[in-house]
């Protein structure tokens, strides 16, 4: 990521779903200024305990990625680990254009996802996980005439069962480039999580866009 980004200290980033701050603190730990939006107050708290803990300063803001507060305010934008692509296709494009709102000239946005090609390849519809005597079943379904998988987590913790269901949209390299030049970039260029360029094998899709 530092690397296709040519980040360096001092640079101003925002993680958009930033989680629990994995990627966040550790950008910050680097010397950039960084700002981390999440929907969620629970991983937000997290995410600040780890930064006092390593005695860094990120600010985090509980938000909506379809309605960011800034104009040209950023170098770089980071959506990584398939963060991207959870909404109505017509809020998906308006994360791009708020983004690109929110960067300053020549800024970049990092979108960091699965490689849907390769996922199609090697489509599992279930999976179980097994760590300290409890499980995590999920069980996916996927819709090629809306590029959605349609997914059901089943949690088993302590005795206790816990479901969540939702879908995430696949793309392809040439759909994110065409959306991303529709929402104003200026150019995009595709990547592998290697950092080579991306190929039919590569494990995910790093798709660069400049503003």
Same mark, same amino acid.
């Given at each position: ?11 101003? *980033? ?30 937000? $708290? +997290?995410? #600040? ?6 005695? *860094? ?11 960011? @507060? ?7 934008? +980071? ?15 308006? *994360? ?15 979108? $960091? ?17 097994? #760590? $300290? ?5 999920? &069980? ?8 959605? %998988? ?12 816990? &479901? ?23 150019? *995009?260029?595709?990547?592998? $999580?290697?950092?080579? @360029?991306?190929?039919?094998? %590569? ?9």
């Amino acid at each position: 990521m530092g690397r296709l980004l040519g980040l360096e200290p001092g640079m101003t *980033v925002l993680d958009l779903a930033c989680g629990h701050g994995r990627i966040a603190n550790r950008l910050a730990k680097r010397g950039c200024h960084v700002t981390g939006l999440d929907a969620s107050a629970f991983f937000l $708290d +997290i995410a #600040r305990r780890e930064a006092a803990e390593w005695g *860094v300063e990120v600010e985090y803001i509980q938000g909506d990625m379809r309605s960011l @507060p800034w104009t040209e305010h950023f170098d770089c934008i +980071i959506i990584w680990l398939t963060a991207f692509g959870y909404f109505e296709d017509e809020d998906n494009r308006r *994360v791009l254009t708020e983004a690109n709102r929110a960067l300053k000239a020549g800024g970049k946005l990092i979108l $960091d996802s699965f490689n849907r090609d390769l996922m199609l390849k090697q489509f599992r519809p279930e999976m179980v996980t097994e #760590r $300290d005597g409890n499980y995590a079943i999920d &069980r996916h379904r996927y819709d090629i005439l809306t590029g959605r %998988s349609y997914s059901e987590k089943i949690i088993i913790k302590d005795g206790k069962i816990r &479901r969540m269901e939702y879908f995430v949209r696949y793309f392809t390299y040439t759909e994110i480039r065409d959306w991303c030049l529709q929402a104003g970039f200026s150019q *995009v260029e595709g990547y592998g $999580d290697d950092g080579k @360029p991306l190929t039919i094998d %590569s494990q995910r899709m790093d798709a660069i866009a400049k503003k």
